[in-house]
Antibody, heavy 123, light 107 residues
Framework: EVQLLESGGGLVQPGGSLRLSCAAS????????MSWVRQAPGKGLEWVSA????????YYADSVKGRFTISRDNSKNTLYLQMNSLRAEDTAVYYC????????????????WGRGTLVTVSS | DIQMTQSPSTLSASVGDRVTITCRAS??????LAWYQQKPGKAPKLLIY???SLESGVPSRFSGSGSGTEFTLTISSLQPDDFATYYC?????????FGQGTRLEIK
C-alpha cells in the first residue's frame, strides 16, 4: 500500500528541539522529492521545507530557515525534519507529503500526504 | 513570495448546486497551480494539478481552469461528500504558497 506515516510529534518547551520522521512505503522513495507542510490549529496550510530525491538539494520557508533541517535516508525510506529553537508559532500538525512534478515544471505539487503529527510548543 | 488569495472564504451551497471558487496569484504562475480538498481532522487530498488536470480517481464533477494569475475550481453538482475546505497552491516558485482556504458549507 502506498502510504506515508509521520511520527515524533509531542509537547516541547520554547527553545527546545524535536525530530520528526516520515516512513514511506509502496513507492520508490528515492525517485521523489519530499516535503513537510504544516497547519496551525484552525488555520490554513503552510509549506515548510522540501528535499530532492537524492537529498542533494534542500529548500526552506523563510519562517524556519536556520532553525529546521530536512534530510532523508533512502536506504530506510524515511524523511526527517530536525526542528531546533522552537517557538510557540511552530505549534501545528506537521504533514509529510510526496512531491510530484508537472511536465516541465521546476517545482512541486503534493499527490500523497501522511496523516500528520502534532507538535505543541508551550511552557 | 507569491501570495495566493482565494474567494470567497466561506461558501454556502446545497446538494446539486454548481459552485466556483476563485484563486488569484500576486504574479503570473503560468499553469503551476494545484487544488486540494481537506476534511476536518484529515490530510489534504489532491484534486487538480497544472491548473486543469484531474488527479486519478477524483470525480469528474471537479474541474479547474485558468492561467497566469486567475484560476477557478468548479464543482458541477455538489454531493454531500464535497462539503469541506478547499485550498489552492502555486508551484511556480520553490517558495510554495497556499491560498487561505475556502470553506464550503451546507446551506
Amino acid at each position: 500500500e502506498v502510504q506515508l506515516l509521520e511520527s515524533g510529534g509531542g509537547l516541547v518547551q520554547p527553545g527546545g528541539s524535536l525530530r520528526l520522521s516520515c516512513a514511506a512505503s509502496g513507492f520508490t522513495f528515492s525517485s521523489y522529492a519530499m516535503s513537510w507542510v504544516r497547519q496551525a490549529p484552525g488555520k490554513g496550510l503552510e509549506w515548510v521545507s522540501a528535499i530532492s530525491g537524492s537529498g542533494g538539494s534542500t529548500y526552506y520557508a523563510d519562517s524556519v530557515k536556520g532553525r529546521f533541517t530536512i534530510s532523508r535516508d533512502n536506504s530506510k525510506n524515511t524523511l526527517y525534519l530536525q526542528m531546533n529553537s522552537l517557538r510557540a508559532e511552530d505549534t501545528a500538525v506537521y504533514y509529510c507529503a510526496k512531491a510530484e512534478y508537472s511536465s516541465s515544471s521546476e517545482y512541486w505539487y503534493f499527490d500523497l500526504w501522511g496523516r500528520g503529527t502534532l507538535v505543541t510548543v508551550s511552557s | 513570495d507569491i501570495q495566493m488569495t482565494q474567494s470567497p472564504s466561506t461558501l454556502s451551497a446545497s446538494v446539486g448546486d454548481r459552485v466556483t471558487i476563485t484563486c488569484r496569484a500576486s504574479q503570473s504562475i503560468s499553469s503551476w497551480l494545484a487544488w486540494y480538498q481537506q476534511k476536518p481532522g484529515k490530510a489534504p487530498k489532491l484534486l487538480i494539478y497544472k491548473a486543469s488536470s484531474l488527479e486519478s480517481g477524483v470525480p469528474s464533477r471537479f474541474s479547474g481552469s485558468g492561467s497566469g494569475t486567475e484560476f477557478t475550481l468548479t464543482i458541477s453538482s455538489l454531493q454531500p461528500d464535497d462539503f469541506a475546505t478547499y485550498y489552492c497552491q502555486q508551484y511556480n516558485s520553490y517558495l510554495i504558497t497556499f491560498g487561505q482556504g475556502t470553506r464550503l458549507e451546507i446551506k
